[in-house]
């Protein structure tokens, strides 16, 4: 009964998402005029290829944005080298991914944006790619890709699986529900986050044997090998900084840079050689940061206009993209945003952890409660979770007491290479029994 329910659903929303589909084109060159889209390759939104596609089997990767983008790189990477005759596809929806992942694919890796979800968009993208199997990264789940798949014979597996709380409210509900659990009786696959996404997904109806575990790729995605050419721009920096007090502040989201501010306002009383970075979460807001920060007065810097760093300057906003990795190697202590403010959601801490830094994060961490439960249980001083209040205060510790500061770096580093350690080699086994073997008979098994 359920199916059916299932069927009623999505028929209407496949005739609703065709019958948008014009006012979707004229939403799309919107986005395009004001830099949101590819000024060129646009029309791969709609299923339009912009690359050939070679013969013999084909597995699609797709993340929504850069975090999802770069935790499925890793398992890309790792099919590559067990599957060298296999074609990867990777398709990313947003520009800012786009941006950064390019350079950081395997050669080989064709890279397409991902086609809109309306009938006629993912027909045409799985009719030209005709891929052997499509694995979403976390909660992409989009009814006429998935539904078009499974009618195909194509092997849809959602890896680093999850569901916020506000999604889970809302598939939860009469509408959502019967067609949520339609989709999710077609995956062949789904590796959730922790055991609690887990139950999420079995309450919505997924097959229980097709859950399994393998960690968490996030981890993975902050072990990635930093590029010569980003070394080379972050060694100039480290120079600029030796010898001052450094801490950072990333994926700041509106309302967090003036908690930031107040915090640097008060540490530079102690500290007047200080410098603080601040990383807001969408780098073209760090023009306007920069330009109200001068209005106060303040002595900042902005990373895009490749200035050296003066004495003078106190502050340095980070305007520019894919960096950040790079920018945690810079500095001992790292606060991640994302966090301090209610109905924030909180951001990736692992790849702060592996560069060594003293990782503190706020309060709303969402999703990500998971990985700071984790790293807190194997080591409590691995992650700091503070209030605004308290953010002052123990910031001013790490300054202060060198063997405090040292015993986080350690406790954060230790316990990230702990976390990390095996976790593609076990979601390439769930990918190889669950999903190769199954549906893709033209691969060698390796």
Not at 74 to 82: G, N, T
Not at 180 to 200: N, V, Y
Not at 247 to 258: D, N, P, Q, R, Y
Request: charged fraction near 15%; glycine fraction near 6%.
């Amino acid at each position: 009964m359920a199916g059916e329910g299932g069927k009623v659903v999505y028929g209407v929303y496949r005739a609703l998402s065709c019958g948008i589909s014009p006012f979707l084109f004229l939403h799309l060159q919107w986005r395009r005029l004001r830099g949101l889209e590819h000024p060129l390759r646009w029309p791969e939104r709609f299923g339009r290829p912009s690359s050939p596609r070679p013969p013999g089997p084909l597995l699609h990767f797709h993340a929504v944005s850069l975090g999802e983008g770069m935790a499925a790189i890793p398992v890309i990477k790792h099919c590559v080298q067990q599957q060298p005759g296999l074609t990867i596809l990777m398709t990313t929806t947003t520009f800012t991914a786009f941006e950064v992942i390019k350079d950081r694919l395997p050669d080989g890796v064709i890279y397409q944006f991902a086609p809109i979800d309306t009938p006629a968009s993912v027909d045409a993208f799985l009719g030209y790619w005709n891929p052997n199997a499509i694995f979403l990264m976390e909660s992409e789940l989009w009814p006429n890709l998935i539904m078009s798949a499974s009618q195909k014979g194509i092997a849809v597996a959602l890896l680093n699986a999850r569901v916020s709380a506000k999604s889970f409210k809302l598939w939860s509900g009469p509408v959502a529900r019967p067609l949520i659990s339609l989709m999710l009786s077609k995956f062949s696959l789904i590796a959730p986050l922790s055991t609690l996404e887990a139950i999420h997904f079995q309450l919505l109806q997924a097959p229980p044997f097709v859950i399994h575990f393998a960690g968490d790729l996030k981890y993975a995605a902050g072990d990635i090998d930093i590029s010569e050419n980003e070394s080379s721009k972050i060694k100039d920096l480290h120079l600029q900084l030796a010898n001052r007090p450094v801490w950072m502040a990333t994926s700041l989201h509106k309302g967090e840079v003036e908690v930031v501010l107040w915090v640097h306002k008060e540490l530079i009383k102690l500290y007047p050689s200080i410098i603080t970075i601040i990383v807001p979460r969408h780098p073209q807001q760090g023009q306007q940061i920069f330009s109200d920060l001068l209005t106060e007065g303040l002595n900042v810097s902005l990373r895009s206009q490749s200035r050296k760093i003066s004495t003078d300057t106190h502050i340095y906003v980070v305007d520019t993209l894919g960096e950040l990795r790079s920018l945690y190697m810079l500095t001992p202590i790292a606060v991640i945003g994302g966090s301090f403010l209610p109905g924030l959601a909180g951001h990736n801490i692992s790849e702060a952890a592996a560069a060594g830094c003293a990782v503190l994060t706020g309060p709303h961490v969402g999703h990500f409660s998971h990985m700071v439960l984790e790293m807190q249980q194997l080591n409590p001083l691995s992650v700091l979770q503070v209030s605004r209040r308290e953010l002052r205060e123990s910031l001013e510790e790490l300054f202060t007491n060198a063997e405090v500061l040292e015993a986080r770096r350690q406790a954060a580093k230790q316990v990230f290479l702990a976390l990390s350690s095996g976790i593609v080699g076990k979601f390439w086994n769930l990918i190889d029994i669950h999903v190769l073997k199954r549906s893709c008979q033209k691969l060698d098994e390796g």
